[in-house]
């Protein structure tokens, strides 16, 4: 009984050692920005969608992302900041995916794609730039506002899921 013990301890050492040495870690906690940079500033992001005020709902979903964690600071200048986040959001696009028997819509497919910077306040160095997208289905309705409603938790859900992905590519250097 005592041997078995030994073996899965020396087990759970080994599995430890090796999963630690693959650089294996939770999204979001990597260490790929230097230590100076703890105030964010993220611009309003551009929309260049037909799409009326979707920028200001990623916008606030970034910063929202950025705050919640204890060592970064959002501040509301550029020039309090160490590093500025600023993009353009280059497509929205809801359309239809499901129809029912009838061929009346059931389903759409809202997605949302974005254009993105992290940099020093003077363009000096640039920490991360890329594209993120994210899509999400909401139900059709015949009320025209339930189905106003619903488009706009799937654009919510859409800027949180963007602003997540674009955290953890900006902190793992992705």
Request: charged share 40%; hydrophobic share 40%.
């Given at each position: 009984m005592r041997l078995e013990v030994k073996y899965v301890v020396a087990c759970l050492c080994l599995i430890t050692w090796i999963s630690g040495g693959c650089g294996y870690h939770l999204p979001g906690r990597g260490d790929a920005l230097p230590d100076d940079v703890e105030k964010i500033f993220v611009e309003v992001l551009t929309n260049r969608t037909t799409e009326p005020f979707i920028e200001n709902k990623l916008t606030s979903a970034v910063r929202d992302q950025f705050a919640r964690?204890?060592?970064?600071?959002?501040?509301?200048?550029?020039?309090?900041?160490d590093a500025v986040l600023s993009g353009i959001i280059t497509?929205?696009?809801?359309?239809?995916?499901a129809y029912d028997e009838y061929d009346d819509i059931k389903e759409y497919r809202a997605a949302m794609t974005a254009e993105l910077r992290f940099e020093r306040p003077d363009g000096s160095e640039v920490f991360w730039q890329g594209n993120v997208s994210w899509d999400e289905e909401f139900?059709?309705?015949?009320d025209r506002s339930q189905q106003d409603n619903n488009e706009t938790e799937a654009q919510d859900e859409i800027s949180f899921r963007l602003a997540t992905e674009l955290f953890n590519r900006i902190v793992d250097n992705f």
């Open positions: 964690r204890p060592e970064f600071e959002v501040v509301s200048t550029r020039d309090k900041a497509r929205y696009r809801a359309r239809a995916v139900m059709a309705h015949d």
